[in-house]
């Protein structure tokens, strides 16, 4: 009985452990970026002003200069902009997650200290998702992270 009682414990302590892994696991963020204005040519007709169209492009950002800008280094984009990054001030592991997946550390930003800092570096920190949104369409080129991908016509996902 003895044994039975003490393998009911464990498989009771394995399931509270399981349960408690997965309401804490969150998936990994996607990586998005602002979007700039293109002209296109309709190549259907003759090349004409009225033949080009504006559409909404997501910025081009190689990864090493994700990597750079996170690590409050500046990364200066075609046509001398330079770029600014957005991340989450946050607990819960959302922002090292993200950074963790480009080879960056959470503690070289924090090195950082200060908000000022951070803005010198174009770095800006948010409360949270929808602060990010409007993180990187306000601060045009900009990269930043959102927990699932998003199409708006200002943000979209980078990669």
Excluded at 78 to 97: F, I
């Amino acid at each position: 009985m003895r044994t039975s009682q003490q393998l009911l414990k464990v498989w009771l302590f394995l399931l509270a452990f399981i349960s408690a892994a997965f309401q804490t696991a969150h998936a990994d963020p996607v990586w998005h970026c602002s979007r700039s204005d293109v002209q296109v040519a309709d190549a259907s007709s003759d090349f004409t002003l009225a033949a080009l169209s504006m559409e909404r492009e997501v910025i081009r950002v190689a990864l090493r200069d994700l990597y750079s800008i996170y690590q409050g280094l500046p990364v200066q984009m075609a046509g001398g902009l330079p770029l600014s990054a957005c991340m989450v001030r946050d607990d819960s592991g959302v922002t090292e997650s993200a950074l963790r997946s480009i080879g960056a550390k959470l503690a070289t930003l924090k090195a950082l200290t200060s908000q000022s800092a951070l803005n010198k570096h174009n770095v800006f920190v948010v409360a949270d998702e929808s602060a990010m949104h409007a993180c990187i369409s306000q601060h045009h080129p900009a990269i930043g992270y959102l927990s699932k991908a998003t199409h708006t016509e200002a943000v979209g996902p980078c990669f």
